[in-house]
């Protein structure tokens, strides 16, 4: 096994670690469990193992939250996203979506009832939630009950694109894409020039500029 950490999105850099000593934990674990002819001894360690994995992600996601938010009071230079990425090996794209993910927490978005069990699950899963709150969309309460006991990451997001068939509110930015790379956003009946992206003299690193663009940042092909 290679020695590094391979974080969630596959644009994440990896950050060299050792994993020797947790292998061979595992291997003692095994081990024992065997002697002991006992297989939740070794299934207690992968449950623990996993709730870690889940509390690393929602940790993570208010560590940038609130250090994005407070980031000028630390009176470094560069910004906060390069910063990340340099030093913890998270590109921008994700620090933004797991900063989405905490921001929906701290603002109380999601109805009490089904806060807590979406807060507690995987932060691959809370992250097409984050983006659909975030981009304006209303959520019912029963496809909020359907969203916190949805099974896994295929499910979350197939509900997640069964609500964005539906309008978004009034009060919602919304940032557009036209065939020709024009830029405008949307904003209660109001829609202003924005920019514009070179995608029909796009080359292939261009290219992939501009789908990191568009994808990272919710923009709607019009």
Known sequence: MNDE??????????????????LEKVDEIIQESLEKKDAYLALN?????????QL???ALA????????????????DEFDEVAFDYVGVHKSTVDKYVRVWKM????????KFSEEIRKRNIKDQIPIAITVDQG???EEDTWEELAHAP????????TREIKGKEPSKSAL????????????????ETEFVGYLNVDDAGLIAEKAIQRITKSSGVLER
């Not at 919304?174 to 009946?189: P, V």
Request: proline share 2%.
């Open 137 to 139: 969309y209303e959520i």
């Open 45 to 53: 360690s992968c449950r623990a193992l996993k709730q870690i994995a």
């Open 56 to 58: 690393s992600g929602i």
């Open 152 to 159: 896994d990451f295929a499910s979350v997001s197939a509900i």
């Open 5 to 22: 950490i391979i974080l969630l999105n596959g644009l994440d850099q990896t950050l060299p670690t050792n994993d020797e000593w947790i």
């Open 174 to 189: 919304l940032i557009f894409i036209s065939s020709d790379g024009t830029l405008t956003a949307q904003q209660e009946g």
């Open 62 to 77: 208010k560590f940038f939250y609130l250090m994005k938010e407070n980031w000028d009071k630390y009176e470094i230079g």
């Open 105 to 112: 927490h701290t603002q109380n978005l999601i109805p009490e």
